[in-house]
């Protein structure tokens, strides 16, 4: 527990400091209560059951798909795992060269594996890239967005970590290509950088099947245990359409479709059919006819209909037929331990933003997502969550402070967590929650919450630890 003991401590000078400036010398009494408490939290005993063992409790298909839906779901997983190189037009920028190397914890669609492949990518076959500071071999995989442009206007827009320049593999060969690796220690020591690491994807068709007036009657419910909590939030919206976008850690993007047109283009550096320009269309580095990835309209090419359709539509049929995790009803700590927690974690408000389950429409298009409950532990909106936090990234409707919040699914074979991967303790990714407001930003809206999950007893904490742990 050290690394959660040296979070309480900060968190106790950081409250020592405010009551200090804010109340002065009038707060003693205050001031000792901020001292009880924290010396409280010091002497918690709970600890993170750590990453659940056993075999992934995810990655397989949904249940109940047709024959032909599983034939697009085992195409798009392949296309998922296959790595691309120069002569695929890799690049020029990258953030590595498949979906699958980010997405693969526990199982191939997953989140951050421990070991981060991100440095050998960068120099592999010659490549000429330095491995920026903060890509750790120990993980988490992280990209990186710059929060403002040199003359001080907002970016906030993905910045591939990687050229393609030097490269020769087996597909092509990049020694040509005059691009240069933007300056990312720089960028990051002026405090210019701000890191995501990969969203997990299980169960994320079930997600998209989700009406807007569902999560908009979820977002009215519970209001008045909502503000006597402090607790608002609202969704974020596609500024073309006015619908409400789910994916990604502010909830900044419409479809899966779309989201995997994006990563195929900034992660991948592959432009599509969604996304048909180069992020950087230096000529000196294309080796493949732009966009590199299409349909095949030629009929006479005889392919079926799972491999004709661009690698877009395999991603999205991948990830739209992917089974959400399968929580375990005794690990960790059995099966009374694993229910008496999800009581506390409904009694202290966690579930009022972690809405335990939400139902897919009725009018879906595949069977397998039609009417099912979600049990995704997600509202699917914004919420101002402080400084602590906060980016500082804005994107659509969602604030530099605002996140979607995080659904918890899967969450016990998951080893990184929050959007910047910052802890791989869930009692610390709890703490996290918790922050006073600062001149940019509000006090976050989970305030209270975490106060009441401080005010629960060693055991009660444990038993919601291990609850989270058997998700
Ligand atoms: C270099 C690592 C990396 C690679 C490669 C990568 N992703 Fe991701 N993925 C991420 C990160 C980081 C996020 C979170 C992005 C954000 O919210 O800004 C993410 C989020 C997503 C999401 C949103 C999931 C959700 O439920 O909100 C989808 C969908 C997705 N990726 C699909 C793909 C597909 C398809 C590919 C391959 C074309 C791919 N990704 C390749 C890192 C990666
Ligand atoms: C006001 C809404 C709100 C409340 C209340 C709330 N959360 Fe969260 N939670 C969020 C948001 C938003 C995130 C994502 C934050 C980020 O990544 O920066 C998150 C992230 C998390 C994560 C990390 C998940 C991941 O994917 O990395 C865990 C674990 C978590 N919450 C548990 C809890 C628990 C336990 C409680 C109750 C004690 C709670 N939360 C209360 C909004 C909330």
């Not at 953030?95 to 951050?112: A, M, V």
């Amino acid at each position: 527990m050290s690394l959660g003991k040296s979070l309480f401590s900060r968190d106790r000078r950081a409250s020592l400091n405010t009551s200090i400036s804010i109340l002065a010398l009038a707060a003693a009494g205050l001031l000792s209560f901020a001292i009880a408490r924290a010396a409280l939290a010091d002497e918690t005993q709970v600890k993170d059951p750590g990453v659940r063992g056993g075999a992934p409790a995810a990655g397989g298909p949904l249940a109940g798909l047709t024959q032909d839906e599983l034939t697009f779901f085992n195409a798009g997983s392949t296309t998922f795992q296959e790595a691309e190189g120069i002569g695929n037009g890799l690049g020029p920028r990258l953030n590595l060269d498949r979906c699958s190397g980010c997405h693969s914890q526990p199982g191939i669609g997953g989140s951050s594996p421990g070991v981060n492949p991100q440095p050998n990518i960068g120099t592999a076959y010659g490549a000429r890239n330095k491995v920026p500071l903060f890509v750790k071999p120990n993980g988490p995989i992280v990209e990186a967005r710059f929060k403002h442009f040199p003359d001080g206007s907002r970016d906030g827009g993905v910045h591939s970590l990687f050229v393609i320049s030097g490269r020769i593999d087996s597909t092509g060969n990049a020694s040509d290509c005059t691009a240069v690796q933007d300056n990312f220690d720089a960028q990051f020591a002026n405090n210019n950088v701000s890191l995501r690491i990969p969203v997990p994807l299980f169960g994320d068709g079930l997600i998209e099947a989700i009406a807007d007036s569902t999560i908009l009657a979820n977002l009215t419910a519970n209001q008045a245990a909502k503000s006597r909590l402090g607790i608002g939030g609202h969704p974020n919206r596609s500024p073309n359409t006015g619908t409400i976008t789910r994916f990604g850690w502010k909830a900044q993007n419409q479809s899966l479709l779309m989201f995997a047109g994006e990563a195929y283009n900034v992660e991948i550096g592959i432009s599509n059919e969604l996304f048909q320009n180069e992020r950087d269309d230096n000529p000196t580095c294309q080796y493949a006819p732009v966009p590199n990835d299409s349909t095949v309209v030629d009929g006479s090419a005889g392919l079926p209909a799972s491999q004709a359709v661009s690698d877009l539509e395999r991603f999205a049929f991948f990830m739209k037929f992917l089974a959400p995790p399968v929580p375990s009803k005794t690990t960790p700590g059995g099966a009374a331990s694993i229910a008496h927690g999800q009581q506390k974690f409904n009694d202290i408000g966690c579930s009022l933003c972690h809405t335990p389950t939400l139902q897919t429409s009725s009018v879906s298009d595949f069977a397998a997502t039609t009417n099912v409950p979600v049990n995704l532990f997600s509202d699917l909106v914004v919420h101002k969550m402080g400084p602590k936090l906060a980016d500082d990234i804005v994107q659509g409707q969602a604030a530099g402070d605002e996140f979607r919040t995080a659904p918890l699914w899967g969450l016990g074979q998951r080893i990184f967590f929050l959007h910047d991967g910052r802890t791989n303790d869930l009692v610390q990714a709890i703490y996290a929650h918790s922050s006073a407001g600062n001149g940019q930003y509000r006090p976050s809206e989970a305030n209270q919450v975490i106060a009441g999950f401080n005010s629960l007893s060693d055991k009660d904490k444990q038993d919601l630890l291990n609850f989270l742990r058997s998700l």
